[in-house]
Nanobody
Framework: QVRLIESGGGLVQAGGSLRLSCAAS????????TGWFRQAPGKDRGFVAG????????YYADSVKGRFAISRDNAKNTVYLQMNSLKPEDTAVYFC???????????????????WGQGTQVTVSA
């Protein structure tokens, strides 16, 4: 069983930064691609960023490219999402998730992931 716990969310002014963390239990977590998704009120959950276990590949949604950076520390079983130049439209609940397959491809659909955290709220004020 894999358990994912997000932290680091909060309230920040536009232009500010936050770093989200996704801590996982289970030794096999480090071998899987991990993704970040977000869900704003009244909207579907959507892909934000993903990173493969070998650190060779990262992928970002166009809306966050150049502002967000995903990274991982396999020794700590933790994946991070550094969010800079935040905008009010980044306000959402952010979730991390583990890919359901051992793959070097970053999946961008919810169906590509099987284990999910409970989410952490990010609110960006104008």
């Amino acid at each position: 069983q894999v358990r994912l716990i997000e932290s680091g969310g909060g309230l920040v002014q536009a232009g500010g930064s936050l770093r989200l963390s996704c801590a996982a239990s289970g030794r096999t977590f480090r071998r899987y691609t991990t993704g970040w998704f977000r869900q704003a009120p009244g909207k579907d959950r959507g892909f934000v960023a993903g990173i493969t276990w070998s650190l060779d590949s990262t992928y970002y949604a166009d809306s966050v490219k150049g502002r967000f950076a995903i990274s991982r520390d396999n020794a700590k079983n933790t994946v991070y999402l550094q969010m800079n130049s935040l905008k009010p439209e980044d306000t959402a609940v952010y979730f991390c998730a583990r890919d359901r397959k051992l793959t070097e491809v970053v999946g961008r659909g919810e169906d590509d992931y099987d284990y999910w955290g409970q989410g952490t709220q990010v609110t960006v004020s104008a």
